[in-house]
């Protein structure tokens, strides 16, 4: 199974981006999908996340992300608005899927996005 992200690039402050993130390979199930970011000197930390129950986006970013799920392709989707100088990172897709090798964490390739003030 591999997850492939696009969508991020430059961006003034206030603008959109919109990231994209497709699985691929064999999937019975998926548990949850999301994405995390990583700004510079920073750790890792979510910013959105996607399962059967619901969603859930970090105080810094609700109100102006939203997350979504396409189930037939597989593809989560990140739709940033209003997008803020700090909101700057590689933005990394994750997902927790069933497979032919069971229950498995995984991590796509990190896209970066740069919003410019």
């Known amino acids: 199974v591999q997850l492939q992200a696009s969508g991020g690039g430059l961006v003034q402050a206030g603008g959109s981006l919109r990231l994209s993130c497709a699985a691929s390979?064999?999937?019975?199930?998926?548990?949850?999908m999301g994405w995390y970011r990583q700004a510079p000197g920073k750790q890792r930390e979510l910013v959105a996340v996607i399962t059967s129950g619901g969603t859930d986006y970090a105080d810094s970013v609700k109100g102006r992300f939203t997350i979504s799920r396409d189930g037939a392709k597989n593809t989560v989707i990140l739709q940033m608005n209003s997008l803020k100088p700090e909101d700057t990172a590689v933005y990394y897709c994750?997902?927790?899927?069933?497979?032919?090798?069971?229950?498995?964490?995984?991590w796509g390739q990190g896209t970066l996005v740069t919003v410019s003030s």
């Open positions: 390979g064999t999937i019975f199930s998926i548990n949850r």
């Open positions: 994750n997902a927790d899927f069933y497979t032919p090798l069971g229950r498995n964490d995984y």
